[in-house]
């Protein structure tokens, strides 16, 4: 056999083994090597957001231990944020909230006081005492003769310790404003009457007639 005919053999060889291995691999002979699993990677950033994603933040003011923002839980309701803010306080009004109430993130749980007119009658007196002692002076201080004490400075409420019922108790502040001065002082301590400025809605006029009322310790 001379080489031009070993080569001719050669590649008929060649062939005839490239098709074999063909047939073998579609009639499923021949094993595939299996294929690569596809890895997934979650980095922390997803696992941190997945985590807030199964938590609500929830905002619980009025009659209760200790109001603030608190992360609950989702799907967590009105007694679970009452509960996380320390309950209701024994002055708390507890039929005027919904406590089966189903929250979501930037809810806000309010519980209401039981309504006290003390402090709106110190608030009466001290401004009925004020505006008696003018009248006095007015007329050679007859009211002070006949020994009334109206001398006396009025009872002052402390920015610092008040509670949002003494704060609601003052002349133009209402609920909204209250809650300001309650979380201004979380962040720092009043350490002058006119810190108030600072608080959204109290101007100067507003100050003047708070300053008889309040004080700072």
Request: hydrophobic share 40%; with cysteine; glycine share 10%.
């Amino acid at each position: 056999m001379d080489n031009r005919q070993k080569k001719l053999a050669f590649v008929v060889v060649l062939l005839l083994g490239c098709v074999a291995t063909s047939w073998l691999q579609d009639a499923g002979l021949v094993k595939q090597p299996p294929p690569k699993p596809i890895i997934t990677r979650q980095t922390a950033g997803n696992n941190e957001k997945q985590a807030k994603e199964k938590t609500i933040q929830v905002y619980v003011s009025g009659a209760v231990g200790a109001a603030g923002i608190y992360e609950l839980p989702v799907g967590a309701r009105a007694v679970d944020a009452v509960a996380a803010a320390g309950g209701m306080r024994q002055d708390a009004k507890s039929d005027r909230v919904n406590m089966a109430k189903k929250l979501k993130d930037g809810s806000h749980v309010y519980v209401p006081f039981i309504k006290n007119n003390t402090n709106n009658k110190r608030v009466s007196a001290n401004s009925s005492q004020a505006g008696s002692k003018v009248k006095g002076q007015g007329t050679g201080g007859a009211a002070q003769a006949g020994g009334n004490s109206l001398g006396q400075a009025p009872d002052k409420v402390n920015l610092n310790t008040a509670t949002q019922a003494e704060l609601m108790a003052l002349p133009g502040i209402g609920e909204a404003t209250a809650n300001r001065i309650i979380a201004l002082r979380r962040v720092r301590s009043f350490r002058r009457v006119e810190d108030l400025l600072q608080v959204r809605g109290i101007g100067q006029a507003k100050l003047a007639k708070l300053r008889p009322y309040v004080q700072v310790d």
